[in-house]
């Protein structure tokens, strides 16, 4: 269950009523990062505006990474995946991958390889342009270079977590509400994929109860059911959709139970075709 399993980690994305504690402290950045050519990152202010204007509760791939490895010590480096396309074609398959990239950016911070996050830097900053985000995210490439030019990972997990909240932000304002649930979407999947690979290379027990999550996947299928006509219409989110029900079906183990070696395998099988799906250029 990560909606409870990762209710330590930071800056969730809350709806009312639903709202998960958040008990680790954001990270700030370094006093000595040098900030004066970049974009200032977000005020606590800025962060509870984000936070009130979004309306899921969907664990952001940068708490659901601290929190594994508060349990753990992950080979994050094998995680790193090849290239995607950048020229997908419908905005529900740019918003998706686009999550996905910014799950990816988080996977780089933990493994702490400056030069791939100012590659998938680079990557969210191209496909959050193709989406018609505010040019204030572009600047934060910047920014995002910069720190990782100079080592400040505390600062660029922050930096991270703001891009994320202004390419929500920006959706919002522009009543883009329906892509501000797919790239959440998008990133949850792909954390997910990473979390289970890490679960079934290395089985544990304890460690495998927080794939079990059918509650936050009831969620996530009543959220679909909420975008437009047209959205749910779209061949990609009516298949994502029906994945992840079967995924659901996977993880639905008896409350307080781990998935067994054998669940963990086939929730791993079918969460890398729900990726394939998501990144196939058509």
């Known amino acids: 269950m990560f909606a409870r399993n990762f209710a330590s980690a930071v800056l969730l994305v809350a709806l009312p009523g639903a ?6 402290p954001t990270p700030t950045a370094s006093p000595n990062a040098s900030t004066s050519a970049t974009p200032a990152t977000l005020s606590p202010n800025d962060i509870a505006q984000a936070i009130k204007t979004d309306d899921i509760s969907i664990p952001t791939p940068g708490e659901t990474f601290a929190a594994i ?6 080979d994050w480096t094998a995680a790193f995946r090849g290239p995607i396309a950048m020229n997908y074609k419908t905005r ?3 918003a998706l991958n686009l999550g996905g990239l910014i799950a990816d950016g988080f996977i780089a911070v933990e493994a702490q390889d400056s030069q791939q996050v100012k590659n998938t ?4 900053l191209k496909m959050a342009k193709a989406l018609g985000v505010s040019e204030n995210i572009l600047a934060r490439g910047n920014s995002i270079n910069q720190f990782a030019e100079n080592d400040e990972w505390p600062a660029l997990q922050e930096e991270l977590e703001a891009t994320q909240n202004e390419v929500k932000a920006s ?3 522009h009543r883009d509400q329906d892509l501000v649930i797919l790239v959440s979407l998008g990133g949850w999947i792909r954390g997910a994929q990473v979390v ?4 079934a290379k290395n089985y544990d027990e304890r460690l495998a109860q927080v794939l079990r999550e059918p509650e936050l996947l009831r969620f996530i299928h009543s959220k679909i059911t909420q975008v437009s006509p047209e959205l749910q219409n779209d061949p990609l ?3 994502v959709d029906t994945q992840l029900q079967t995924i659901e079906n996977i993880v639905a183990t008896p409350f307080g139970k781990s998935l067994a070696p054998a669940d963990v395998a086939r929730l791993q099988t079918a969460i ?3 990726m394939q799906v998501i990144q196939e250029k058509k």
Do not use: W
């Not at 289970?196 to 679960?199: H, K, L, P, R, S």
């Open 69 to 74: 490895s508060k349990r753990t010590k992950p």
């Open 237 to 239: 989110v009516k298949t």
């Open 272 to 274: 890398n075709q729900l």
């Open 171 to 173: 959706m919002q304002s």
């Open 121 to 124: 830097g680079g990557d969210i």
């Open 19 to 24: 709202a998960l504690a958040a008990a680790t």
């Open 92 to 94: 529900a398959q740019i």
């Open 196 to 199: 289970t690979g890490f679960v």
